[in-house]
């Protein structure tokens, strides 16, 4: 027969799956000679076989947990319901992943009437030894006979209220003896039978509540969100009683190992005298700092100090622990890994590998990429915070925060930016026509738009801080003013915005730039010596791909070009480009941005150095630069020439159905081979002359996007190469340069063995990908995709995390068809999930050769390229 | 060393892939004893071994083919370059697979200034000597020394201006003498060297030039757009001239062994006397039938008889023959499986298996099924159409004739259909609000549009003749009336559409109607005894329902919801639906449509009997119901009862960027499940009622649309399960039904395993399967799917043929998971590709049970599954 209950002195904390986090952490505690109050903990098998049992615990294991007691009445020497020197116990729900709150509790289980007399003689403190019986059984009422909790709350209240009592503590015996009575008297009423005094019946009532409250409405929930699986059950932990309120010469508190906030390595904790636990966290009175026990009980503090470090040391990372005084002797009730800031992370795993204690890769998987997304952009400083005027608040929609003068245009930004002035763009919502004045804003603020709107997703890839969708604003953009209730901010005036918050701040708030030193930067650098993914950045312009290579981006993965159409001195000959009526007028417009084109290039290849750099061509649809409204297309016409109707005309004829789906990417080049001719010539000429001038050896990789057919990609590098050759040949020198593709159709994928004939690299464009494989554009699902979430028909939103099962077996088969044909073939991913942690770990199983993602995640991507290396080491 | 070179005795018809179609029934010819003029072949590989030897003519082979040119000179008695009894030969270019008019010829070979007295002698007829010698040196000077072909015309026509003659006929031996001077003065200028005269050195340089025509540009396009392999070569025929035109005994013509337009069994030839090949098909003179040879010649008649009787039971096949008669004595230069009609095809093929000349497998595949489509569309008879006057031409966009009056509106044409009037739907162009129009109009055409516009797909779906895109029409709907030039059209007034031509004539002309009978039913039945896969149809109504179960479907594939919707009396309510609050006001809607819908099922049901109903539930985004223009707003703002403004806001939030990727398919059932709750009742009620009151023991099929992850199925699955098991409940009854789902969605291909474990059945939907994986949608790619036509990125239009290798490789994937979960999961296709030919064979390879088409195309569908079977049946 299985063994369903372990004495805490049997086990140890590799148990965790059959102890739970609690059971397994109070037997090591115990194994290595701490003080733990001694007891026992009821198997996750246990619960797995109840409900196996329909609900009923089976005689034998009765029989296993009544020894156990047994053993607990003889180490402890008190006896279950003995009127001289009772064993009270706590029965506690004790998971295998914490599930904080979820589950039941039940304390001081074991009194009746004949024991709280003993506990009153025991501890001469009949108040004590009552106001614990009146808890037990209001408690053991709600936990395990599911007697609303309000109706004992109504009892108390009344005694309180006809004695004119404030405060629990104005009660003295005779009211809690009367509340006592009135408890029972509630109980029977309810469950039509006397309240249990037999303390081992009151034991197996607890048991069964805990095993039940493992489904109880709310645990499910909870499982269902954090992804827990519902097999695992719930160990129950029985542990005899200790008590912090016995008087004077009694406490309780919580102590971390080291600062979880900052991760200093000193002591970091609260405690009260003469109280229990849940009076340190409900604030009634204030507790003190864990030093000034030294001075209240010096030898306590002694040994509470050398079993701290000894748990760190055992443990071997930060703690959390728990602790109770009873009678000036200390206990230990809990520990656990303590929960802690991207910043105390950071310090505690590279301080712990300096110290010894742990090697870097322990350290490297200690940190939660994730988290230091915090680290990455600048912040308010809390202390300035607390003095500033909140006026607003939206959406949380790119990290970081800004302090600059409003402007309502992107022109006005621009503007701006140019007298050195920092600018906050603020708009009702924000379109590609406004890119520019992004790029130059500090921050980013508008009134409409979700986490996904045009402005959350490009401030996102820039790194920029946003707040978007702060429905408060009335945008007034034609009179430069904004309302905030009362308030009016106008044009010039000075805003603040934090975009981990979705606050706005009126006035200047300073912020602190960001720098990879220190212990972050020694720990990414661990990282560097560990991972084997390449770590880009998506960049488009030389300041993106500047502050890439201070977060040590390997190259650029993504140069998007659409956006350097848009700037305002060149996006009229992109449009005399689009309503051009035969090829010659659109070369003479191509022309005409040419050398734009050539100074874009010229300014990222000198940034990035000897860096490879991942170029894109033209990949959104010609309407997208076009005007749409009417006065618009008016004053487009007069700037061009045309009329009214002729551009009209040429906007209606331009729409699409499905813009996504529609005339766009490498499907442009093959309708007009000269917009990419134009963009390769730029890029040709620019790496002439960064070359020549300055000597770099600069790195140009040609990207065509959009691909589903291995003849658009034959027929497209055909064009790029001879473009090149042709100018190199012009200009008597070379160039080393590569030409590949995307891989974001869905077909590219599956005959990714035809186009890699024509590729020297693929870079995987998941968003697009993601859209495509699915059926559902990004933009468009916003209709459905709360409901999916909330039908958990997602686990997550696939355009943050690769599915891996859909999306990533595209990837797979690409992957093996791509290297069959061409085994040296480049592999990356630039979709916005090569900066996703989880999906890196993908990537990083799939065999691609680099990840490119924002240049403020290309840190995150380090540490989690780093991770997926340890954690695949095996495979 | 390899054979190079082949006797026409040496070889047979297997041969073809080594000497070509030609060669190698000239050989075969020559085998069972026909008269054939001697001669021999030079191989493919002779021509390949060619221009891998950079276009030199090794010695070796060179030596073969003068020892098979001494051979032809024993056998026929004539000499090579003799001025007694001159060899002359042609030579002639012969691909594997036949190549009309793209590669070069020479006849005459070996004639020079000494053969050409010879002829003359020989003949006693110099002016023919001269005019051969004269037509050699200019197809000579053409074809081998490639000088331009009007520089010869230009001598011609100057001799015969300069002596006032129209034709050629007037020219005497002296004019002709003189042309030949000049002609070999021009070469002279041109080449700078004199015009061959050794017979030797001209067929030399004959061979070289056929070679050279495999590679000249117009062979190559042509090899391009027919998809033939370039690397087969051409194979060279070498054969001694037969002269047609030596007098009054000599003639020429060519013949089919049965009647190539009806398959009547009877020879069909024409033939001229005194005329070589070209004369024939010139069309300057008259030829006469085949049946006055009788009377001219009946020896070489009988003769002839003979030979073709013998060739059609040695080739077992309808044969087409090229005759030649020299001074009474009959050669034949030519047999091939003659061309023919659809109906030809047909009646052939089985009276053939009736002959006993071949089995029923063979007479399946020589059936093209693509062609069958001919014969499956009512049609307007040849003599009435020579009577009519045709005012306009448009596409063809959808086969079929119709006959009607004329209406403009939807609500005109079916106001017509109920008082028994055929009418013909006149539009600018349609759109979904015009379907019951379409339904009940004979044929439809449109002013505006493409092969895939609204009218032309929707049109081919119902198998409904339509003529779309006809520019010539003035469509003045509010006026009712349709001006084309100076004619004036009007309501009710005539018209007459064909669709398999595109032609629009004014009036009445009669229309025959289909049936499978005859030599087409018989077919049609064997080819039912052969087939592995099911053919279903797809069908929306009870009308199309019959027309799929005249033409022989297993059952309905695919029943689309939505048309119904549409219907007047219904989409009021359909829209109350959508502008609905809240659930409870949707509900109300729905119960307005539902008997609606149950009507609708029932009558397919009793349409289809026992046979399978698979119904997709609804699957368009709510918007397309919706009225977009303002004034339309406004009357539904009317109809419901609700502010303008209410609606419009309405209209404006469903509307999407990407409506193919939008809030579609099962995503409308998991925000909205009484949507399909709605249509899952009416479904089950109708089964119930025809179950019960007919006795017909229906099965439908109820298929979820646009699934991607299995969890969207499971929680559909449950609903329809739920919805179905509640009312067989009340009703106490019972039900055979099947939950599917739609594979469209790549990942849900990817994923089928999991999606399996929900599904009953599959049915790949790839039309929108197509979409995605290809990344563009049906629509938009108008713009440059031209493009990619011309540049040859399409072999074919992946919408019409499926992309086997892209999206049938999804399909693969699909079947293996899909089968890996559920075994016994049934697996069909609905989408357009269902109805063609070869996407057949792939789904007959890939597994599937079944294809789904439009009704019209069941036969094909028919005999293109037994095709498949018998193709594929050594797999």
């Given at each position: 027969?299985?063994?369903?209950?372990?004495?805490f002195?049997?086990?140890n904390?590799?148990m965790?799956?059959?102890?739970?986090?609690?059971g397994?952490?109070?037997?090591?505690?115990?194994?290595?000679?701490?003080?733990?109050?001694?007891g026992?903990?009821?198997?996750?098998?246990?619960?797995?076989?109840?409900?196996?049992n329909?609900?009923?615990?089976?005689?034998?294991?009765?029989?296993?947990i009544?020894?156990?007691?047994?053993?607990?009445?003889?180490?402890?020497?008190?006896?279950?319901?003995?009127?001289?020197?009772?064993?009270?116990?706590?029965?506690?729900?004790?998971?295998?992943?914490?599930?904080?709150?979820?589950?039941?509790?039940?304390?001081?289980?074991?009194?009746?009437?004949?024991?709280?007399?003993?506990?009153?003689?025991?501890?001469?403190?009949?108040?004590?030894?009552?106001?614990?019986?009146?808890r037990?059984?209001?408690?053991?009422g709600?936990?395990?006979?599911?007697?609303?909790?309000?109706?004992?709350?109504?009892?108390?209240?009344?005694?309180?209220?006809?004695?004119?009592?404030?405060?629990?503590?104005?009660?003295?015996?005779?009211?809690?003896?009367?509340?006592?009575?009135k408890?029972?008297?509630?109980?029977?009423?309810?469950?039509?039978?006397?309240?249990?005094?037999?303390?081992?019946?009151?034991?197996?009532?607890?048991?069964?509540?805990?095993?039940?409250?493992?489904?109880?409405?709310?645990?499910?929930?909870?499982?269902?969100?954090?992804?827990?699986?519902?097999?695992?059950?719930?160990?129950?932990?029985?542990?005899?009683?200790?008590?912090?309120?016995?008087?004077?010469?009694?406490g309780?508190?919580?102590?971390?190992?080291?600062?979880?906030?900052?991760?200093?390595k000193?002591?970091?904790?609260?405690?009260?005298?003469?109280?229990?636990?849940?009076?340190?966290?409900?604030?009634?009175r204030?507790?003190?700092?864990?030093?000034?026990?030294?001075?209240?009980?010096?030898?306590?503090?002694?040994?509470?100090?050398?079993?701290?470090?000894?748990?760190?040391?055992?443990?071997?990372?930060?703690?959390d622990?728990?602790?109770?005084?009873?009678?000036?002797?200390?206990?230990?009730?809990?520990?656990?890994?303590?929960?802690?800031?991207?910043?105390?992370?950071?310090?505690?795993?590279?301080?712990?590998?300096?110290?010894?204690?742990i090697?870097?890769?322990?350290?490297?998987?200690?940190?939660?990429?994730?988290?230091?997304?915090?680290?990455?952009?600048?912040?308010?400083?809390?202390?300035?915070?607390e003095?500033?005027?909140?006026?607003?608040?939206?959406?949380?929609a790119?990290?970081?925060?800004?302090?600059?003068?409003?402007?309502?245009?992107?022109?006005?930004?621009v503007?701006?930016?140019?007298?050195?002035?920092?600018?906050?763009?603020?708009?009702l919502?924000?379109?590609?026509?406004?890119?520019?004045?992004?790029?130059?804003?500090?921050?980013?603020?508008?009134?409409?738009?979700?986490m996904?709107?045009?402005?959350?997703?490009?401030?996102?890839?820039?790194?920029?801080?946003?707040?978007a969708?702060?429905?408060?604003?009335k945008?007034?953009?034609?009179?430069?003013?904004?309302?905030?209730?009362?308030?009016?901010?106008?044009?010039?005036?000075?805003?603040?915005?934090?975009?981990?918050?979705?606050?706005?701040?009126?006035?200047?708030?300073?912020t602190?730039?960001?720098?990879?030193?220190?212990?972050?930067?020694k720990?990414?650098?661990?990282?560097?010596?560990?991972?084997?993914?390449?770590?880009?950045?998506?960049?488009?312009?030389?300041?993106?791909?500047?502050?890439?290579?201070?977060?040590?981006?390997?190259?650029?993965?993504?140069?998007?070009?659409?956006?350097?159409?848009?700037?305002?001195?060149?996006?009229?000959?992109?449009?005399?480009?689009?309503?051009?009526?035969?090829?010659?007028?659109?070369?003479?417009?191509?022309?005409?941005?040419?050398?734009?084109?050539?100074?874009?290039?010229?300014?990222?290849?000198?940034?990035?150095?000897?860096?490879?750099?991942?170029?894109?061509?033209?990949?959104?649809?010609?309407?997208?630069?076009?005007?749409?409204?009417?006065?618009?297309?008016?004053?487009?016409?007069?700037?061009?020439?045309?009329?009214?109707?002729?551009?009209?005309?040429?906007?209606?004829?331009?729409?699409?159905?499905?813009?996504?789906?529609?005339?766009?990417?490498?499907?442009?080049?093959?309708?007009?081979?000269e917009?990419?001719?134009?963009?390769?010539?730029?890029?040709?000429?620019?790496?002439?002359?960064?070359?020549c001038?300055?000597?770099?050896?600069?790195?140009?990789?040609?990207?065509?996007?959009?691909?589903?057919?291995?003849?658009?990609?034959?027929?497209?590098?055909?064009?790029?190469?001879?473009?090149?050759?042709k100018?190199?040949?012009?200009?008597?020198?070379?160039?080393?340069?590569?030409?590949?593709?995307?891989?974001?159709?869905?077909?590219?994928?599956?005959?990714?063995?035809?186009?890699?004939?024509?590729a020297?690299?693929?870079?995987?464009?998941?968003?697009?990908?993601?859209?495509?494989?699915?059926?559902?554009?990004?933009?468009?699902?916003?209709?459905?995709?709360?409901?999916?979430?909330?039908?958990?028909?997602?686990?997550?939103?696939p355009?943050?995390?690769?599915?891996?099962?859909?999306?990533?077996?595209?990837?797979?088969?690409?992957?093996?068809?791509?290297?069959?044909?061409?085994?040296?073939?480049?592999?990356?991913?630039?979709?916005?999930?090569?900066?996703?942690?989880?999906?890196?770990?993908?990537?990083?199983?799939?065999?691609?050769?680099?990840?490119?993602?924002?240049?403020?995640?290309?840190?995150?991507?380090?540490?989690?390229?780093?991770?997926?290396?340890?954690?695949?080491?095996?495979?």
């Amino acid at each position: 027969m299985a063994k369903y209950v372990y004495f805490f002195d049997e086990a140890n904390k590799e148990m965790k799956s059959l102890l739970g986090g609690k059971g397994a952490n109070l037997a090591e505690m115990t194994k290595i000679g701490l003080p733990v109050p001694p007891g026992f903990t009821i198997t996750t098998e246990a619960c797995n076989k109840y409900y196996e049992n329909d609900k009923v615990i089976d005689p034998a294991m009765i029989d296993e947990i009544f020894k156990n007691l047994s053993k607990l009445e003889k180490t402890t020497g008190k006896k279950f319901g003995d009127s001289k020197n009772p064993l009270l116990v706590s029965v506690r729900s004790g998971a295998v992943i914490s599930m904080p709150g979820m589950m039941d509790t039940v304390l001081n289980l074991g009194m009746n009437d004949n024991t709280v007399e003993g506990m009153a003689n025991l501890t001469n403190n009949p108040r004590f030894a009552y106001d614990s019986y009146r808890r037990f059984i209001q408690m053991f009422g709600d936990v395990v006979l599911k007697i609303p909790k309000y109706k004992f709350d109504t009892i108390l209240d009344s005694v309180k209220e006809s004695n004119g009592f404030e405060n629990d503590i104005d009660l003295t015996v005779e009211h809690l003896k009367q509340i006592v009575q009135k408890y029972k008297d509630l109980i029977k009423k309810e469950i039509r039978d006397e309240f249990p005094q037999e303390p081992k019946e009151q034991l197996m009532m607890a048991v069964k509540a805990v095993f039940d409250s493992w489904n109880n409405s709310r645990a499910i929930v909870y499982r269902k969100i954090n992804g827990i699986p519902h097999h695992l059950g719930t160990a129950v932990n029985v542990q005899s009683m200790i008590f912090g309120n016995m008087g004077n010469t009694s406490g309780t508190g919580v102590a971390f190992t080291r600062n979880p906030s900052t991760g200093e390595k000193k002591l970091y904790g609260e405690f009260l005298m003469n109280a229990q636990g849940e009076d340190v966290v409900a604030g009634i009175r204030t507790p003190k700092s864990i030093d000034e026990l030294k001075d209240i009980m010096p030898d306590v503090y002694e040994e509470f100090i050398e079993a701290t470090e000894k748990l760190e040391n055992h443990y071997k990372d930060m703690q959390d622990i728990e602790f109770t005084i009873e009678n000036g002797k200390l206990y230990l009730l809990q520990t656990r890994t303590g929960k802690r800031t991207a910043k105390a992370a950071v310090n505690i795993a590279v301080d712990m590998v300096e110290e010894g204690l742990i090697d870097k890769e322990t350290a490297i998987m200690r940190v939660n990429p994730e988290q230091i997304d915090q680290l990455l952009h600048p912040t308010f400083k809390e202390e300035d915070l607390e003095k500033a005027t909140l006026i607003a608040k939206g959406l949380p929609a790119s990290p970081g925060a800004a302090s600059g003068r409003v402007y309502f245009t992107a022109e006005d930004v621009v503007r701006a930016a140019k007298n050195g002035e920092k600018a906050i763009l603020v708009r009702l919502e924000t379109s590609p026509e406004d890119i520019e004045g992004m790029v130059n804003a500090e921050g980013i603020l508008t009134a409409r738009g979700g986490m996904t709107s045009h402005a959350a997703v490009v401030a996102r890839g820039m790194g920029k801080c946003c707040v978007a969708g702060c429905g408060e604003l009335k945008v007034e953009e034609h009179n430069k003013l904004v309302k905030v209730g009362e308030l009016v901010i106008k044009e010039g005036d000075f805003i603040s915005i934090n975009g981990n918050t979705g606050k706005v701040y009126q006035g200047i708030i300073k912020t602190s730039e960001v720098e990879l030193i220190g212990s972050f930067g020694k720990l990414i650098e661990w990282a560097d010596e560990i991972r084997r993914l390449g770590v880009r950045a998506n960049a488009d312009t030389p300041k993106d791909s500047e502050t890439a290579t201070k977060f040590g981006a390997e190259g650029i993965g993504l140069c998007r070009t659409e956006h350097m159409f848009f700037k305002d001195n060149r996006i009229l000959a992109v449009r005399q480009m689009i309503v051009a009526k035969n090829t010659e007028d659109r070369k003479k417009a191509l022309d005409k941005l040419l050398p734009f084109q050539k100074e874009d290039f010229i300014g990222i290849f000198e940034a990035m150095g000897s860096k490879p750099v991942t170029i894109r061509l033209l990949d959104p649809p010609l309407h997208e630069f076009l005007p749409n409204k009417d006065e618009d297309i008016k004053v487009l016409a007069e700037e061009i020439g045309l009329k009214f109707n002729a551009i009209k005309d040429i906007v209606e004829e331009l729409k699409e159905f499905n813009p996504m789906l529609g005339h766009r990417g490498c499907r442009l080049a093959i309708t007009y081979p000269e917009i990419y001719e134009m963009q390769v010539k730029a890029i040709t000429l620019a790496a002439i002359e960064v070359k020549c001038k300055k000597g770099i050896d600069v790195k140009p990789e040609i990207m065509i996007p959009l691909v589903g057919i291995d003849k658009e990609l034959e027929i497209i590098k055909k064009l790029v190469d001879d473009t090149v050759r042709k100018i190199l040949e012009e200009n008597n020198t070379n160039l080393t340069y590569k030409v590949g593709t995307m891989i974001e159709v869905p077909r590219a994928a599956l005959t990714a063995d035809s186009i890699a004939k024509h590729a020297e690299f693929f870079s995987f464009g998941t968003n697009d990908m993601t859209q495509m494989t699915f059926g559902f554009s990004r933009d468009d699902s916003g209709k459905f995709i709360k409901e999916y979430r909330e039908k958990s028909i997602f686990e997550h939103d696939p355009f943050e995390k690769l599915d891996q099962i859909g999306v990533g077996k595209l990837i797979e088969i690409a992957v093996e068809l791509g290297k069959k044909t061409n085994p040296d073939i480049k592999l990356g991913i630039c979709g916005e999930h090569g900066g996703n942690p989880e999906s890196i770990d993908f990537f990083h199983r799939a065999g691609l050769n680099y990840v490119s993602c924002s240049p403020f995640r290309v840190p995150i991507a380090r540490l989690a390229a780093a991770q997926a290396s340890i954690r695949n080491k095996s495979r």
